[in-house]
């Protein structure tokens, strides 16, 4: 339940804003991940980082940028942000960067850009 | 298209009542399968995984099966309670490396009411 924690739960921010979305994970994982969800639309992998390195980038704007200073944490820093951003925003970790081992995420951040 | 299509979309049923989620899959070739539970607020938790081999597996009331032949998976929960209220998402993984190899569906949201 607390293995991978997530902050704020909640955020509403104005498009000219700059936020950032914080992740911890206490499982000792090696990988962790930001998705995006939004209704009715699967989940979208946006970073993967592997022991501190970012591994994966699948053309994510560059109005999203990641930070992952160690490898309990994650950041997604965000600026200039559009509506259809709107969304909630998961982090998950995994033991190793496999792709297939279970993740485990954390409860989301809901965003709402206005 | 998505290479993992669910169904119903969503689905009402009484308290006590069995049901039955649909995951229809091409994508191939594939290493594994996961349900996961999605609570309101909540990120993703893992259910059930199987591999190719495997055809059934359990998790107390819910029940995975597989079909690898026709990529049919279905979800299977007996005695429903309203805890599970959710939406479950199927989750396919190919056996290439990487975090792009995850494939999700869209999910079926399940209401149980009294």
């Known amino acids: 339940e607390t293995g991978v924690t997530q902050t704020p739960r909640h955020l509403v921010m104005g498009m000219t804003n700059k936020k950032s979305l914080k992740c911890e994970q206490h499982?000792?994982?090696?990988?962790m991940y930001w998705y995006k969800q939004s209704a009715k639309k699967p989940l979208e992998l946006m970073f993967v980082?592997?022991?501190?390195?970012?591994?994966e980038n699948n053309s994510v704007p560059s109005r999203f940028s990641p930070e992952c200073p160690n490898s309990s944490h994650l950041f997604l820093h965000l600026h200039t942000l559009q509506p259809e951003d709107s969304a909630l925003y998961l982090c998950?970790?995994?033991?190793?960067?496999?792709?297939?081992?279970?993740?485990?995420f954390g409860p989301g951040t809901r965003l709402l850009v206005l | 298209k998505n290479q993992v299509e669910q169904s119903p979309q969503s689905l009402i049923i009484l308290e006590g009542k069995n049901c039955t989620l649909q995951?229809?899959?091409?994508?191939?070739?594939?290493?594994?399968l996961r349900w996961y539970k999605q609570d309101t607020g909540r990120g993703p938790v893992s259910l059930t995984i199987?591999?190719?081999?495997?055809n059934t597996k359990s998790n107390g009331r819910y029940t995975a099966t597989l079909d690898a032949d026709t990529k049919q998976s279905s979800l299977h929960i007996t005695a429903s309670q309203l805890s599970d209220s959710a939406s479950y998402i199927c989750?396919?993984?190919?056996?290439?490396?990487?975090?792009?190899?995850?494939?999700f569906g869209t999910g079926t949201r399940l209401t149980v009411i009294p």
């Open positions: 995951c229809n899959y091409t994508v191939s070739p594939f290493s594994n």
């Open positions: 980082y592997s022991l501190e390195e970012r591994v």
């Open positions: 989750v396919v993984s190919a056996p290439v490396g990487g975090a792009n190899n995850l494939f």
């Open positions: 199987m591999t190719f081999s495997e």
């Open positions: 998950a970790s995994s033991q190793d960067f496999s792709g297939g081992e279970t993740q485990y």
């Open positions: 499982l000792g994982h090696n990988a």
